[in-house]
């Protein structure tokens, strides 16, 4: 229930900020077509779909701020001319839509020495759902006057400004029916104006007609179909995808191979795109960018709400997906898994998982602090295989966790929330001290955010030394406890060396790389804006 609740909060967030548009899905895009309607965008576009054994087939992606969807064409066969029980004039009244008008089109007038009548209606519209209207019925008046005696232009018109609330009254036009008919080049020059749901192509001269000719008469009509009924095309939804802290990638699944203008879409709640494929290049590089700011932006707005529940201190920085590579026996970096990374307050969290509710932050199976770690992003020529954009996770007696995003943008967001995560960690702190020995004295090294390095001997309150964290000019350390630090005397070249040993070397030096980090971050607030993607 939370987490339906925290679901709604997102969509009621994201309507707050975009709202919703509606678009008719059945029209062709290639390769992606952009259409906006009240500020949110709709991308569609054909691209091929397979599941990575099978050869792909045509699929259109239908991607909007929320989801992506992947859709198949269908054929659907309507009996488009079915005609009324009787002949008798019937009064119909229409609601008119929004989108699509009274869902209708005309032909005839009286230039064509013909009724005004009905030539399509279209299905789930306003015309369609009334029931009480066929192609072939005759309008005999608008809202009570008659329109007999008017041409094809002012009965447009006419029922372009009739209002929301329309009353037809109608009459069917059996003979209509041969003169409904469409070739196939008429059928492609037809115009609808989705503004009032008429068509502007007039009345179709019976002398061009010619119902015994294949050619004339192709009329949308199968031959596998009866002469009253027609093929509609429609998109059918056969996957859709949610991008809340959804997963998406260009490698095969757990390995460090890339595929070719191909990628994967793997949403929270299982559904899964298959491998979509890409005509080239730009276009794959299209829909990566419109599906990852898609999902990059749902994500800000979660962490918005989570962190509505948390204190300054622990407040989420960045969360999002990653691969950690898994080592074995046989090759140093085998196999990948998805890892969810966060950084909440002083804490780096790698969940399995997502985290779909607040409870879920309390439960994380991996969690480290953030000044005892090590974070480092990979050079080029550093990378183990093929994985690109890596970066090292390194904590105190343990092997280094080697892990990689998919592009250098996501590898930037992650640096500069680091920094953020690592001052936001020490501000909170403030002090820290570490058991270490000198000259075979057990004392105390303690990392104050606003003194720098102080060494007091156990039970002495008085200190043996102080430095500045800007006084520390290097260090050096035998990689198991013994630790030399380098400083520089106030208004002086000289450098004072002192030697140091203690039980806990790596938390101590991650520590001190992470106090003069938020050092840096207090003397020059630029800092942490400068290491922003």
Known sequence: MQQQQQQQQTRDLIGSLKPIMRVNPSRMCTPIEERLEQNLKVRIGMVAVSDGKIKPIPTRLYLTMEVLKLQREEVEITNHNKIPADTKERMVQITRQKVGGLGLSIKGGAEHKLPVLISRIYKNQAADQTGQLFVGDAIIKVNGEYITACNHDDAVNILRNAGDIVVLTVKHYRAAKPFLQKTEKEEKLDNVSASNGTVKDGW??????????????????????????IKLKKWVDIVTVPLMMAYVTRYIFGTDKLRRNAFEVRGLNGARSGVIHCDDTAILSQWLKYISDNITSLTYLQMKLYNRNFGVGERIEYMGWVNEAVSNSNQLWQSYRPRFLA???????????????IGDWSRCALTFKVYQILFRVMRESENVDERQHCFLVQS?????????????????????AWHTAVCSAITHLKSKTFPVILAGKPAGLTLDLS??????????????????????RGSSDDGKSKLKLLFQEHDSIAIETKELESPQLQNLLFCIYAFITARVAVVDPTFLRSAAP
């Open 343 to 357: 950084l909440k307050g002083p804490d780096l969290l790698l969940f399995e998982t997502p985290p779909c509710n």
């Open 451 to 472: 003194q720098g390095f102080t060494l007091t001997f156990d039970g002495i309150t008085e200190p043996v030394w102080r430095y500045k964290f800007y006084q520390l």
């Open 204 to 229: 179709m001269s019976p002398s061009k007609l010619h119902p015994s000719s294949p050619k004339g008469t192709h009329s949308r009509q199968g031959s596998n179909t009866s002469s009253n009924s």
């Open 396 to 416: 105190p007696g343990k092997s280094p966790r080697y892990l990689s995003v998919e592009t250098r943008q996501e590898l930037l967001r992650i640096e500069a």
